[in-house]
């Protein structure tokens, strides 16, 4: 189990890393086609993943519930927000306020079993994470806002 930690925690580097980079190219190129790179990229590599790897399933997905695949709507949010956020507000910031987005939608699927998934009772230790991601969000943006960081 703590090898998808890891592998979290890599995605994550990963996703922080390409925020910047894509925002900065967002900024030389525009937001949308910024996103289009991005993925276009995707595409295609997960197209040759697919065919090297990727086993057979029973289902397609023609054949899968159609709501499951409005899933990949959200990507589009992500990635055009992302690259149009990073340049004005930073990494930090656009990447922590995103992890609350996260951590808020996903105690409410956890807490309600939505989409799903398994109840997860709410407690006061995932309260109390919410509690300190909001802070994190709160202080790395009255930071960001210090006059020893503005260049005005």
């Known amino acids: 189990m703590i090898i998808f930690v890891l592998l979290a925690i890599l995605s994550g580097i990963a996703l922080s890393a390409q925020a910047a980079i894509n925002g900065q190219l967002g900024v030389k190129v525009g937001v949308i086609r910024s996103s289009l790179l991005t993925f276009t990229v995707g595409t295609v590599v997960t197209a040759l993943l697919i065919f090297f ?30 690259v149009a956020a990073v340049p004005k ?9 995103t992890i609350f987005g996260q951590m808020t939608m996903s105690l409410f699927i956890d807490t309600a079993g939505l989409l799903g998934n398994e109840p997860i009772a709410l407690n006061y230790w995932r309260l109390a994470a919410m ?8 202080c790395i943006f009255m930071a960001n806002r210090s006059p020893e960081n503005n260049n005005d």
Not at 54 to 78: H, M
Not at 89 to 96: E, K
Not at 131 to 138: G, R, S, T, Y
Request: aromatic residues 10%; proline residues 4%.
């Open 131 to 138: 509690l300190c991601i909001a802070a994190a969000l709160v």
């Open 53 to 82: 790897f990727e086993p057979n399933y029973d289902a397609t997905l023609l054949t899968v519930p159609k709501w499951q695949l409005t899933g990949a709507l959200f990507g589009i949010v992500y990635m055009v927000v992302m």
């Open 89 to 97: 507000i930073g990494v930090a910031v656009a990447t922590v306020a």
